[in-house]
Each structure stands twice: as structure tokens, then as C-alpha cells.
């Protein structure tokens, strides 16, 4: 369980560590209160938000409507992270929910022996999803990390970094970056039937 102090300001809640607002969370768990004991409505409730916090959270909302009121307690840098970690994964549970019917798709499948106990180095080997153990499809939502791209194609010849909305990315020869997968699943699932049929 952590606890946060809050203050109001222009009727939102801030950090402050001798404010007289107190915010439990445990897990999914949240309860406000004023410090005299007086609960508050969580529903009732918003937070100061920085224009990053708030493009983040409307992006989680075109995905998928959950409760990122856990992620909002937190500091600004620990918020920020735990929204990322929100993002990527309603992302990855919207690319599974679409394509499961259609393909037979492994989540999180274990390429190769990892090492890196031993070798004391990070090893690339589970990808987010495995398409009809053929195409690999990464979903990202932020910064990522080409080697473990590369890593990928090492194994498989064709796969994909999947994109929710307007972006690029570099990827290796017979791989694909695909843009705007949430507004335009059928990108994401042309790309994979095109590799399947190769």
C-alpha cells in the first residue's frame, strides 16, 4: 500500500506533501479522504495532469474505457510510466481480442533458451505475439528498442511492429511497420495474411 498527500488547486487535486488530502492505493484499490477522516467520492475526483499525462490517458480511452485511477495517485514520473505500461497493454490485449478468431495466436511465446542468467546480458526471446508460427508481431506503443527487433528477425523471417496510432519505426528487411492499427485493425491484418501466403 503507498500513500500519497494532496492539495486542492482550481478544484484538482495536486501533489503535496503537507496537504490536508490523503490518498491510499493498494493495487486496483484507491481510497481519498481528508485528513480529519472525511471520505471523498473517488468518482468525484480529478487530478492536475500534465498535457503528456492527459494525451496518454485519451489515448488509453480510444483503445479501451478502464480504470487508470490507480495510475493517477502516483508522482508525475511514476504516473507517466504506469499510464505507458496501461497503454501497452490494453494495446497488446486489443491486437489479441482481434486477431484470435481468425489465426492461431500465441501470446508472449518462448522463441529460444535464454542465457542471460549465465551470461549476465539481456536476451531478446519472447515476443509479444506469435502469428500461425510464422510472423512475429511486436505491439509498441513508445520508444523501442531496435536490437530486440533484430533479435526477432534472427528466428523469424517475417513480422511486424504493430503501431496503435500515427508513427514510424525501423525494422529489419522482411519485417513491416504498421501505423494505426487501433483505427484500422485490417492494416495489421493484411500485413499478416500477406507474410502467411509467402
Known amino acids: 500500500m503507498r500513500l500519497f498527500s494532496f492539495s486542492l488547486k482550481d478544484g484538482k487535486l495536486i501533489h503535496d506533501p503537507k496537504g490536508n488530502i490523503v490518498a491510499f492505493?493498494?493495487?486496483?484499490?484507491?481510497?481519498?479522504?481528508?485528513?480529519?477522516?472525511?471520505?471523498?467520492?473517488?468518482?468525484?475526483?480529478?487530478?492536475?495532469?500534465?498535457?503528456?499525462?492527459?494525451?496518454?490517458?485519451?489515448?488509453?480511452?480510444?483503445?479501451?474505457?478502464?480504470?487508470?485511477?490507480?495510475?493517477?495517485?502516483?508522482p508525475e514520473e511514476e504516473r507517466r510510466l504506469r499510464l505507458l505500461q496501461i497503454l501497452g497493454t490494453s494495446f497488446e490485449d486489443f491486437i489479441y481480442e482481434r486477431l484470435k478468431g481468425k489465426y492461431n495466436i500465441v501470446k508472449h511465446p518462448n522463441i529460444f533458451k535464454s542465457l542471460s542468467k549465465l551470461t549476465n546480458?539481456?536476451?531478446?526471446?519472447?515476443?509479444?505475439?506469435?502469428?500461425?508460427?510464422?510472423?512475429?508481431?511486436?505491439?509498441?506503443?513508445?520508444?523501442?528498442?531496435?536490437?530486440?527487433?533484430?533479435?526477432?528477425?534472427?528466428?523469424?523471417?517475417?513480422?511486424?511492429?504493430?503501431?496503435p496510432f500515427s508513427g514510424n519505426c525501423r525494422v529489419p528487411k522482411f519485417w513491416q511497420c504498421v501505423n494505426n492499427c487501433v483505427l484500422d485493425i485490417e492494416r495489421l491484418t493484411k500485413r499478416i495474411d500477406f507474410y502467411l501466403n509467402k
Open 25 to 74: 492505493v493498494d493495487g486496483e484499490l484507491v481510497k481519498i479522504m481528508y485528513k480529519n477522516g472525511e471520505e471523498i467520492d473517488t468518482n468525484k475526483v480529478s487530478f492536475l495532469l500534465s498535457n503528456d499525462d492527459a494525451k496518454l490517458i485519451e489515448k488509453i480511452n480510444k483503445i479501451e474505457k478502464i480504470n487508470i485511477l490507480p495510475a493517477l495517485v502516483y
Open 121 to 163: 546480458s539481456r536476451n531478446f526471446n519472447i515476443p509479444d505475439f506469435l502469428v500461425n508460427n510464422k510472423v512475429i508481431i511486436e505491439a509498441k506503443v513508445g520508444e523501442y528498442n531496435y536490437h530486440q527487433i533484430e533479435t526477432y528477425s534472427r528466428y523469424f523471417k517475417y513480422g511486424i511492429v504493430a503501431i
